[in-house]
């Protein structure tokens, strides 16, 4: 049986904070992948951690990612990046270097696998936006669309495949955009999470054929 390793890196959006384990989308995909696709021996790796922003992602990559000898790494980064917090902001300009070391390092770890020419498949996720109105934000929806760009730019310089979860959340949840967030407008509810892993399987899925395999 193949094995195919997935890791998931970021901030607290990734963790799952405030919510319970089940909910955040590595749990579902250890959940859900295995029976869609039976012939193959999914590993999945939270490496979410609070707070984080990418000057500290950068600093753990090692032992949260590359030692896991990943297949697809997917990457959600910029939420703390943006916030106007003296230990966590990280100017634009910083923030776009870190993630192209970011990337840089994982395209270019051997895995060993035999799969996608044994290189890992960095997925990018541009991170949601936050609501303006509530009290607690040290973001604003505009600071974070501008890390967004960022993410769209280094996605089309490093043939990343992408996933636009802000535009997702911002655009195609009009109706229901305050309640995919909890109390502090910025971290994921319940529902955010539905809309988080939808989007993250359906990523998977155009990343493998019918039996699961990298393409």
Same mark, same amino acid.
């Given at each position: 049986?193949?094995?195919?390793?997935?890791?998931?890196?970021?901030? $607290?959006?990734?963790?799952?904070?405030?919510?319970?384990?089940?909910?955040?989308?590595?749990?579902?995909?250890?959940?859900?992948?295995?029976?869609?696709?039976?012939? =193959?021996?999914?590993?999945?790796?939270?490496?979410? =951690?609070?707070?984080?922003?990418?000057?500290?992602?950068?600093?753990?990559?090692?032992?949260? =990612?590359?030692?896991?000898?990943?297949?697809?790494?997917?990457?959600?980064?910029?939420?703390?990046?943006?916030?106007?917090?003296?230990?966590?902001?990280?100017?634009?300009?910083?923030?776009?270097?870190?993630?192209?070391?970011?990337?840089?390092?994982?395209?270019?770890?051997?895995?060993?696998?035999?799969l996608n020419?044994?290189?890992?498949?960095?997925?990018?996720?541009?991170?949601?936006?936050?609501?303006?109105?509530?009290?607690?934000?040290?973001?604003?929806?505009?600071?974070?669309?501008?890390?967004?760009?960022?993410?769209k730019k280094?996605?089309?310089?490093?043939?990343?495949?992408?996933?636009?979860?802000? $535009?997702?959340?911002?655009?195609?949840?009009?109706?229901?955009?305050?309640?995919?967030?909890?109390?502090?407008? =910025?971290?994921?509810?319940?529902?955010?999470?539905?809309?988080?892993?939808? $989007?993250?399987?359906?990523?998977?899925?155009?990343?493998?054929?019918?039996?699961?395999?990298l393409k």
């Amino acid at each position: 049986m193949i094995q195919t390793t997935i890791v998931a890196f970021g901030d $607290s959006i990734t963790f799952g904070y405030g919510v319970s384990k089940k909910c955040t989308y590595t749990r579902r995909l250890e959940a859900f992948l295995p029976q869609c696709y039976p012939s =193959v021996n999914w590993k999945i790796e939270n490496s979410g =951690v609070n707070g984080d922003t990418t000057r500290e992602a950068l600093e753990r990559i090692q032992k949260d =990612v590359l030692n896991y000898h990943p297949n697809i790494v997917f990457i959600l980064l910029g939420s703390n990046d943006s916030a106007l917090v003296e230990d966590q902001y990280r100017t634009p300009y910083e923030y776009e270097k870190n993630m192209c070391s970011i990337i840089e390092q994982i395209q270019n770890h051997n895995n060993h696998t035999g799969l996608n020419h044994c290189r890992p498949i960095v997925v990018l996720i541009t991170p949601p936006p936050v609501v303006d109105t509530d009290f607690f934000p040290f973001t604003t929806t505009d600071r974070v669309k501008k890390y967004c760009d960022i993410v769209k730019k280094i996605a089309e310089q490093y043939q990343c495949p992408m996933i636009d979860f802000f $535009s997702i959340l911002k655009y195609e949840s009009e109706e229901e955009f305050t309640s995919l967030f909890q109390y502090d407008g =910025v971290h994921l509810s319940e529902k955010g999470y539905d809309y988080l892993y939808d $989007s993250v399987f359906s990523a998977i899925t155009r990343l493998v054929d019918k039996n699961g395999i990298l393409k």
